[in-house]
Nanobody, 119 residues
Framework: VQLVESGGGLVQTGGSLRLSCAAS????????MGWYRQAPGKQRELVATTTSGGSTNYVDSVKGRFTISRDNAKNTVYLQMNSLKPEDTGVYYC??????????????WGPGTQVTVSS
């Protein structure tokens, strides 16, 4: 299963960006889709996840500013990021896990998309 992210870029403090991630392949179902980020010199951290049932989870630092959503019919997950801060800068990675052909479990990562928030 392949994931492709889009929507990153350069934005000023207080601005907004919307990330998208589309999954492709012989997908039976996707249980969890999520976004992670990695800032320079830091470990990758979870930003937000959403399950096929609609449950969501956010890291405390983005609660109230970011919203994760998904379109199950399109195997796509979105991350709406508002009120961006310089500390949100980093490479954002999409993650998905579920079942593919022959009911094999998969977990895939996208190549990442750069988000830069200038002060």
């Amino acid at each position: 299963v392949q994931l492709v992210e889009s929507g990153g870029g350069l934005v000023q403090t207080g601005g907004s960006l919307r990330l998208s991630c589309a999954a492709s392949g012989t997908i039976i179902n996707i249980n969890t889709m999520g976004w992670y980020r990695q800032a320079p010199g830091k470990q990758r951290e979870l930003v937000a996840t959403t399950t096929s049932g609609g449950s969501t989870n956010y890291v405390d630092s983005v609660k109230g500013r970011f919203t994760i959503s998904r379109d199950n019919a399109k195997n796509t997950v979105y991350l709406q990021m508002n009120s961006l801060k310089p500390e949100d800068t980093g490479v954002y990675y999409c993650n998905a896990e579920g079942r593919e052909r022959f009911l094999r479990r998969f977990e895939s990562w996208g190549p990442g998309t750069q988000v830069t928030v200038s002060s």
